[in-house]
């Protein structure tokens, strides 16, 4: 049973920097793209980034573009998610999540993925 466990959550200033990270274990971690998505109060759970198994290739959603980084420590099983120039909206749960397979073209899409960890909070206050 693979089991991802997201950290680094918390309250920031908006326009500083958090970086989330998402540590798996009890199954395969590799040949997989990795992706993080939030959900914020009252919406819908929206994908935020995605990246290869390789780390060569990554996807972002147009509202974090530019400010997020997605990247991956294979010989750890961890993906990071770097959290800079943070805004009051980008206030949401942080998850990350293992896509069933290794493209990158359907990792905007909530069913590509069979593994989801339980979320980490992170609030921007202004």
């Known amino acids: 049973q693979v089991q991802l466990v997201e950290s680094g959550g918390g309250l920031v200033q908006a326009g500083g920097s958090l970086r989330l990270s998402c540590t798996a274990s009890g199954g395969t971690f590799s040949g997989r793209v990795m992706g993080w998505f939030r959900q914020a109060l009252g919406k819908e759970r929206e994908f935020v980034a995605g990246?290869?198994?390789?780390?060569?290739?990554?996807d972002y959603a147009d509202a974090v573009k530019g400010r997020f980084i997605i990247s991956r420590d294979n010989a750890k099983d961890t993906v990071y998610l770097w959290m800079n120039r943070v805004k009051l909206e980008d206030t949401a749960v942080y998850y990350c999540a293992r896509n069933r397979g290794n493209n990158l073209q359907g990792a905007t899409l909530r069913q590509s993925y069979d593994y989801w960890g339980q979320g980490t909070q992170v609030t921007v206050s202004s």
């Open positions: 990246i290869s198994w390789s780390g060569d290739s990554s």
